[in-house]
């Protein structure tokens, strides 16, 4: 590929590098320059432009893309369309992502133009989630690269997704005086979303006393089933201790006590009747991410996982900061403030506005998406922050530009809003609850996202949290993860009210006021509410400019 600026007579055919703006019309980066194009470019007065010339051999960046993305979407996983140089690739299935590290490094090493990047090792996945994503650099690349970038991809299953089996669970819990019945209430509620991404169930559920021979009677007495998940009421932290010696004495083995996670150094993993049998650390009991997470992940992907499994997971297992939590076992089965994150849906078409996105208009010079998103990250009680884009991607996310969130990709945003909102709770995994936020709400406060999630409880009543306006429910609303596969179940242009009107008895109210009901879908209604419309503002500027005297 020849690369620079090239005298408009001698263009035709090239790829222009950079977009060119030709009165209304504007003729996009990665264009072939047709004679057409050569004319309009002519009637504008440009002489030179900055394009591409491709050599024998070489292919342009979405050819590029598409041939490594079509060899390397097998295996559980799917590519998607190429544009601007890039092939994003999607899970088909729930599961456990599988990146062969060695190969990736080798494909990244053929050409500096060619990149493969990728979730983590180990990474758990909702079906459409996308893994991984090929990104040609420059507008165009040698054939001979790609080619050998398919090669690679053929000998060698470079993504792999392990997919997540429905299993039978049995879950104990053992009890000491003075352990509340609401913490181990919310133990199984917080176990069974955990298990909610494979489709497993707690067939049974036994609570002994915390000694060796009620433990070993209850596992003696259990259901078959496919896993074994005993949570005690204190840690284990030797081999002789209540639970180790409880599953030997049940006539199974330990195969590991402890890891290199923190928090979930106290796990345990044993065998019972064949079958796998975790010892909980105290952690589980909480939804946000530990290492039992990890090894129950792989389990439910149908990978084995032995002590030496264990023992490597310590690179990337500190996974919070250990002088921010209680002293050990200080507070071990006590109950946790919920985790709240808010995902804002910011993926739709804009299309009541007949044209302008009305994330884009500006309130007091800022973009209502990023007035939003600011909002939420001012809410003091919120955990993570996410946003989820699809139409007009790049200008909604360069309108939140150092912002601490997490971007949240939808490429099925034509598919309507329940697609959207099974991204948001997709990404959320470690949550009690996901506040669902819209984008367009402009008199909405932190202190109002407050209120929400303060009147939120994991499950039973409160497990939705509701605004409401004068006794009308309005947005947003906290909705807990328990209800996580109706979410994943949704389909069309539908948000959460059918699930919240299935589950009256455990919505409570807040009233938040008039801010829950304004929200801005057309242009009158951003003018209303004291917005300017993003066209607007740019003839606006135009015309101040054109006021200016000369210098």
Known sequence: MIFGDIPIGEAEGTILAHSQKLGKRRLKKGTRLSPADIAALRETGIELVTAARLEPGDLTEDQ??????????????????????????????????????????????????VTLATLGEYAPVEAGRMVATVKIIPLAVSGAAVEVAVRLCSRNAVLRLAPFSPKRVVLIQTEL???????????????????????????????????????????????????????GASAVIDGGDVIPAAIATAGGRIDHLGMPVDPGNLLLLGTLDGRPALGAPGCARS???????????????????????????????????????????????????????????????????????????????????????ETALAAKRAGHVRVVVGHMREEIVGALGGLAIEIVENPAFADGLSTSLKAGFAASSGADGILVMLADQPFLTPADLDRLIAAFVPSGAGSIAAAFDRGRRRNPVVVSTVYRPEIMALSGDVGAQGIIADHPDAVVEVEIGAAASVDVDTQDAVRAAGGTIAREHRNMSRRSDSSKPAK
């Open 64 to 113: 590029a893309a598409a041939a490594i993305g079509a060899a390397l979407g097998r295996a559980g996983i799917r590519a998607g369309e190429a544009g601007t140089g890039r092939v994003n690739l999607f899970a088909e299935t729930a599961g456990l992502f599988l990146p062969d590290r060695a190969a990736i490094d080798a494909l990244n090493a053929i050409d500096p133009g």
């Open 177 to 231: 005086p003075g352990v509340k019945p609401s913490v181990l209430d919310k133990t199984r509620a917080v176990t069974e979303t955990r298990l909610s991404a494979s489709r497993s169930t707690i067939v049974s559920e036994i609570r002994c006393a915390h000694e060796v021979g009620a433990l070993t009677d209850a596992l003696r007495r259990r259901e078959a089933a496919d896993l074994t998940l005993i949570f």
């Open 287 to 373: 939804p946000k991410e530990n290492g039992f997470d990890w090894v129950l992940d792989r389990l439910l992907a149908d990978l084995p996982v032995s002590g030496d499994d264990i023992r490597k997971m310590g690179v990337g297992g500190l996974l919070m900061e250990i002088a921010s939590r209680p002293q050990p076992r200080e507070a071990e089965g006590a109950p946790e403030e919920p985790v709240v994150d808010i995902v804002i849906l910011a993926a739709g078409r804009s299309s009541r506005m007949g044209g302008p996105n009305k994330l884009l208009s500006t309130f007091a010079g800022v973009p209502l998406i990023r007035r939003s998103t």
